[in-house]
Nanobody, 115 residues
Framework: VQLQASGGGLVQAGGSLRLSCATSGRILRINNMGWYRQAPGKQRELVASITSGGTTTYADSGKGRFTISSDNAKGTAYLQMNSLKPEDTAVYYC??????????WGQGTQVTVSS
């Protein structure tokens, strides 16, 4: 199973980006999909996640600005990021958990927000 993240780039503060995560390979059943990020010198942190039932969770830093969505049948997830801030600069990793207890990570996509 491989996860391919895309959509990162350089954007000015206040701008928007939409990250996409595509899954290849055989997965019995996706339980959760989501996005983590890691800024230089900082620990990886959860940005947003979504369960197979559609329940979403957001880090406080992204509430009201970020929206996660997914299509479990296709194994895809998206993160719409609006009103981006310089502190959102990080490598963003897509992630999923699958039945019974598997976890997969994508390779990361760089998001850089200039002030």
């Amino acid at each position: 199973v491989q996860l391919q993240a895309s959509g990162g780039g350089l954007v000015q503060a206040g701008g928007s980006l939409r990250l996409s995560c595509a899954t290849s390979g055989r997965i019995l059943r996706i339980n959760n999909m989501g996005w983590y990020r890691q800024a230089p010198g900082k620990q990886r942190e959860l940005v947003a996640s979504i369960t197979s039932g559609g329940t979403t969770t957001y880090a406080d830093s992204g509430k009201g600005r970020f929206t996660i969505s997914s299509d479990n049948a296709k194994g895809t997830a998206y993160l719409q990021m609006n009103s981006l801030k310089p502190e959102d600069t990080a490598v963003y990793y897509c992630w999923l958990t699958a039945f019974p207890r598997s976890t997969y990570w994508g390779q990361g996509t760089q998001v850089t927000v200039s002030s």
